[in-house]
């Protein structure tokens, strides 16, 4: 794998699934892949659990590290090209790229949207030109457009609590016992009603979330909608497929797991307000996930990708209830980057 930005780059997902448990068992099976292989992490925005995760993760293959924390002692870089370059911008990607590739053979990027130029961001522009010019496998670590460390580790929550009781009573009575015979006489296997739920936030936030999150959950196996105020609908390259439905509680319905997260306007049905928050956040308090939402539920799992604001988002009760998967979710990003970084590996 050179480049990982989508859910199609991983290939076959059921067997990416499956590799991710099998890392789970043994986080360290791999543990001299990684020998003498350096990964460079570069960070133009702030990080908690990317940074910790994937570190974790290229540790765990062996891998030496080094982190660049762009905003925080490197030289400001200027991105575009054509530009005279006589402002606060010392040093031009175009030269740092191969610079940095010339220290390390695997480069993961944090590069968030601009969130003004539409075009700009939804090319993923920086992202392209470290995979052109930097001559190593590149991966996100979300960019402007996607997150898919965080999809795929969302996806593995959900599989592995799916499995483990997130099922309804009535569902789990379908279920025919293993030594039941011929596999035919088998009715579907049940899937779970996943909810992308909108919920306010005082500023404007990227869409690469909830666009990696819907990509992934389209291509798992699950009943995918997505919930939002009009104006917010997602690109439909990440969301073809998707149920949308504008009643909060009609999608909340039944649901088993409730994915809450922000975004700014995608600018797909306004193109004007691409990046904007679109009310005033005061007024779209009854969006904020809390224990009268979750009621309307099939008693779902409650899950947010972290930093959360608590009281925007979500209430203190919900996220702090066991049926919360924020902690096992944010844990499941050392798996995830641990199944990515060991298939760029193999690669090299
Ligand atoms: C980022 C986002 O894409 O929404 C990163 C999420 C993993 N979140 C924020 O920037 C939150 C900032 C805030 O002030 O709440």
């Known amino acids: 794998m050179r480049?990982?930005?989508?859910?199609?780059?991983?290939?076959?997902?059921?067997?990416?699934?499956?590799?991710?448990?099998?890392?789970?068992?043994?986080?360290?099976?791999?543990?001299?892949?990684?020998?003498?292989?350096?990964l460079l992490m570069v960070f133009f925005n702030n990080s908690l659990r990317t940074r910790l995760s994937t570190q974790k993760a290229a540790m765990n293959l062996g891998m030496n590290v080094i982190v660049l924390d762009v905003n925080a002692g490197a030289w400001k870089l200027e991105t575009e090209r054509g530009v005279i370059m006589d402002g606060d911008k010392s040093e031009h990607l175009l030269e740092a790229i191969p610079v940095m590739g010339s220290y390390c053979d695997v480069i993961g990027i944090r590069s968030f949207a601009g969130l003004t130029d539409r075009d700009y961001d939804y090319a993923e522009t920086v992202y392209h030109q470290f995979v052109r010019y930097s001559g190593k496998p590149v991966f996100a670590m979300e960019t402007a457009t996607v997150h898919p460390l965080q999809a795929f580790a969302d996806l593995i929550t959900i599989e592995e609590y799916w499995g483990q009781g997130a099922r309804s009573k009535e569902q789990e009575n379908t279920i025919i016992p293993s030594k039941s015979p011929a596999p035919c006489s088998l009715p579907p296997a049940p899937k779970p009603k996943v909810v992308l739920t909108w919920a306010p936030h005082p500023k404007s936030l990227p869409q690469a979330v909830p666009n990696s999150f819907a990509q992934w959950m389209l291509a798992a196996d699950v009943d995918f909608i997505i919930t939002h105020p009009e104006g917010y609908e997602l690109d439909p390259a990440f969301t073809k497929g998707a149920t949308i439905e504008y009643d909060q509680k009609k999608a909340f319905e039944g649901a088993d797991f409730i994915y809450a997260k922000n975004w700014s306007c995608p600018g797909v049905t306004r193109p004007k307000d691409y990046g904007k928050v679109l009310h005033d956040y005061h007024t779209m308090m009854h969006w904020t996930v809390d224990a009268e939402h979750m009621s309307w539920t099939n008693n779902a799992r409650f899950m947010h990708c972290l930093p959360v604001r608590r009281n925007m988002i979500v209430s203190d009760d919900v996220i702090e209830a066991p049926t919360s998967l924020v902690i096992p979710e944010a844990a499941n990003r050392e798996i995830s980057a641990t199944v990515v970084l060991k298939r760029i590996l193999q690669s090299l």
């Open 3 to 38: 480049s990982f930005l989508n859910v199609q780059d991983l290939g076959n997902l059921k067997e990416a699934l499956t590799e991710a448990a099998q890392i789970k068992a043994d986080r360290y099976k791999y543990q001299t892949l990684g020998k003498n292989k350096t």
